[in-house]
């Protein structure tokens, strides 16, 4: 949780962005569930697929019930996938609105994002906590894929754009944003108005309004102009992206993404066959898949997929998987009491509406074999009471440096796309680790380690919601895009694998340690947020923030921000480190390099250019 002064908070900067940008702007009935073309599955309530010949007042009944289910509905149980079947959707004169609350998937169901077009908006707006605080901080668990927004409709500071103001675990992939800005912050609702994000991929939009954006990455995208910087704005293989010119503003430019496969995803051929495409690996890419030709990949028919619900026996479910079958889960919350097991190569396991697989009895829910070409992707991974060792392994970790490298393909590497992992906020919850990948090549795509720091009473705590550390990897040639990991108990980061490469990291660090006594070790004060190991030869980061607001004792130190070898094929680029709400020092950005950032600077960073 962001709170109000970890932004760049001055109410009259704030102010005259918002006045800047809006002078300079130019200008329930029931959906079906069980598609055609599917034989007998059936995809359940919470996925409402829509069609062009309904009304336009018809879809507006159905969204809007689901928002104003899910608009406040943080720590809920309630998940959702509203669909969109290839067509165009609203005209200027009833445009579709479409706003999305928590745990709420909005996708088209074409091939390529031109193929559904909604006139209108798909819009995300501050979560108002009270009449003077509406904020996007919490802004949480929501997506939006393929399909194209057309900006039109709403009236007077609402026209002025579409409206995606999130913040951690809300990605945006495949969008065409055509005709009005797209902003990721919500200036037109009471203030403050902070956003904490935030993802997107593959798309293509006209301008961007940034604005109280501390951090953003963007990658193998096009961007029609970016309004401004704050901590930490990444883009890797953005065309019309800003220039390099870390720390003043703080963007992080790479001309290529250095490795990128795109999430699965579902769509409707001109037949009425339902089918997941599954799009082909990339490296050093820039732009988005599908505007100069068809996405590169595979399709898949959706008869070669298990689909499973919270209601599927956990056996079936697993016993499909072994048997080599595709994996699609539907909106829920599945007890998870029994390992899941990826064993095939090229398996797909694709969530829809954020399924969230919640640890029963401190089993590990699910584990990827040693194969290559696996796909995971839009799910949830929360930890039960009984403490788990870690929430999902990619890889066994057998064998250790002599291990079969057979098992890993380059060509072919397995990928998590957007997997979002929580130790409490809903119920209190215990894991060692929450993502462990022993696995070589692989790519972490929008990843999200979260030990809450805030939900339902009795859920977090110190000694409530324990876990040491996010994201451990001790597998070779592993590249992060979209690297999220905030208050673990130690290391929030830790990379012993060869060649990792990461573009854009962020972090908080716990905001609960009780004393200093309790946070130390080594003679080191607190953990760093991003750790490699000391027997790494080569490892590579651009653009990583961490943060430290310790409100249980705000006179806490943490060493380092950063820990790395020092020795020349570990590079560290645009590093910074900030104190948030005077509450907890940094006393270097990395290793010993770096000004200290005190409770007595709020807000402002620390920077590294480049290290060693």
């Known amino acids: 949780m962001r709170r109000a002064s970890t932004r760049w908070s001055v109410a009259s900067a704030l102010l005259g962005l918002t006045t800047l940008l809006l002078s300079g702007l130019t200008t329930a009935p029931t959906a079906n569930a069980a598609p055609p073309g599917t034989g007998t599955v059936d995809l359940g309530p919470n996925v409402k697929v829509f069609d062009p010949s309904m009304p336009t007042s018809e879809i507006r009944a159905v969204v809007d019930a689901v928002y104003a289910q899910q608009v406040d509905a943080e720590m809920g149980t309630g998940r959702y996938a509203l669909l969109f079947k290839p067509g165009v959707y609203g005209s200027a004169a009833h445009p579709l609105i479409v706003k999305v609350g928590y745990?709420?998937?909005v996708a088209g169901l074409g091939a390529s994002p031109g193929d559904v077009t909604?006139?209108?908006?798909?819009?995300?707006?501050n979560r108002c906590l009270a009449p003077d605080n509406c904020i996007a901080l919490n802004n949480f668990w929501r997506s939006l894929s393929n399909l194209t927004i057309n900006v039109m409709g709403e009236t007077g500071c609402l026209a002025s754009a579409n409206f995606w103001a999130v913040s951690q675990a809300a990605p945006m992939r495949?969008?065409?944003?055509?005709?009005?800005?797209?902003?990721?912050?919500?200036?037109?609702?009471?203030?403050?108005?902070?956003?904490?994000g935030g993802f997107i991929a593959d798309s293509r939009t006209e301008f961007v309004i940034n604005g109280s954006q501390q951090q953003f990455l963007v990658r193998d995208s096009a961007v029609g102009g970016w309004s401004n910087a704050v901590w930490n704005q990444v883009f890797a293989g953005v065309q019309g992206a800003p220039a390099q010119s870390f720390p003043k503003p703080p963007y992080t430019t790479l001309a290529t993404n250095p490795a990128s496969r795109e999430r699965p995803y579902l769509w409707v051929d001109d037949s009425g066959t339902w089918q997941v495409f599954v799009p082909a690996p990339r490296t050093e890419s820039s732009g988005p898949t599908w505007t100069a030709a068809p996405t590169a990949g595979r399709s898949l028919p959706l008869a070669e997929f298990f689909v499973a619900s919270p209601n599927t026996p956990l056996v079936k479910i697993d016993a499909a998987l072994a048997q080599g079958r595709n994996l699609l889960l539907l909106p829920g919350v599945y007890s998870v009491d029994r390992t899941l097991d990826v064993k095939r190569a090229h398996t797909v396991v694709l969530g829809l509406g954020l399924p969230t697989l919640t640890s029963a009895g401190?089993?590990?829910p699910l584990q990827i074999g040693d194969v290559p070409g696996v796909d995971v992707a839009g799910i949830m991974l929360d930890a039960g009471p009984a403490g788990s060792p870690a929430l999902l392994r990619v890889g066994t970790g057998r064998g250790g440096p002599g291990k079969d490298r057979k098992a890993s393909d380059p060509a072919n590497p397995t990928a998590l796309q957007d997997v979002f992992f929580r130790i409490g906020g809903p119920h209190a919850g215990s894991a060692t680790v929450a993502l462990e990948v022993d696995s070589d090549h692989v790519i972490l795509d929008d990843i999200w380690a979260w030990r809450a720091d805030h939900g339902v009473p009795g859920s977090f705590g110190w000694t409530v919601n324990p876990s040491d550390t996010g994201v451990v990897v001790r597998g070779d040639d592993v590249t992060a895009t979209g690297l999220f990991s905030e208050h673990f108990k130690k290391e929030n980061v830790i990379w012993s694998g060869e060649r990792g490469r990461t573009v854009f990291f962020q972090n908080e660090f716990p905001y609960d340690p009780p004393n200093q006594a309790a946070w130390q070790h080594d003679g080191i004060l607190g953990y760093a947020a991003y750790k490699v190991a000391d027997t790494v030869q080569n490892h590579e980061l651009w653009g990583g923030g961490a943060y430290i607001y310790t409100n249980v004792d705000p006179t806490l130190h943490a060493t380092h921000g950063f820990e790395v070898p020092v020795t020349p094929g570990v590079r560290m680029h645009d590093l910074l480190t900030v104190s948030l709400n005077h509450a907890g020092t940094i006393d270097h950005v990395v290793n010993d390099v770096g000004d200290p950032v005190t409770p007595d600077m709020v807000g402002v960073p620390s920077y590294v250019v480049s290290y060693p």
């Open 118 to 125: 909604i006139n209108g908006h798909v819009d995300v707006y």
């Open 362 to 364: 401190g089993v590990v």
């Open 174 to 196: 495949r969008v065409d944003v055509r005709g009005g800005n797209l902003s990721l912050m919500d200036y037109c609702t009471a203030g403050p108005q902070y956003a904490s």
């Open 103 to 105: 745990y709420t998937e």
